[in-house]
């Protein structure tokens, strides 16, 4: 099984930056790639984004140019660097990791408790 624990989450203002941090442990070598979704209250959740072992990333419309998602391999860590944030941004956000090259929440691997993200106008 794979394990993952979420931290960063928190309170930023407007147009401020954030980043989260998502650290796998157990059978790790099964996972290929590692993501962020999110649920805001009264919405579905949704892929933020993902990151393979080789680099390959994927975002969603709504945060390209504005959030960043990196990797340390060696450290099974993914991160998700949040800048310009936005009150839409406000949502509990989930880690992610599975064996394929996309990342699917309802057949992932393994997913997280989440992390809230609150921001404030």
């Known amino acids: 099984q794979v394990q993952l624990a979420e931290s960063g989450g928190g309170l930023v203002q407007a147009g401020g930056s954030l980043r989260l941090s998502c650290a796998a442990s157990g059978s790790i070598g099964s996972i290929n790639v590692m993501g962020w979704y999110r649920q805001a209250p009264g919405k579905q959740r949704e892929l933020v984004a993902s990151?393979?072992?080789?680099?390959?990333?994927n975002y969603a419309d709504s945060v390209k140019g504005r959030f960043f998602i990196s990797r340390d391999n060696a450290k099974n860590t993914v991160f998700l660097q949040m800048n310009s944030a936005k009150p839409e941004d406000t949502a509990v956000y989930y880690c992610?990791?599975?064996?394929?090259?996309?990342?699917?929440?309802?057949?992932?691997?393994?997913r997280g408790r989440g992390t809230q993200v609150t921001v404030s106008s």
């Open positions: 992610a990791a599975d064996a394929g090259s996309m990342l699917i929440w309802i057949s992932a691997r393994a």
């Open positions: 990151i393979t072992s080789g680099g390959s990333t």
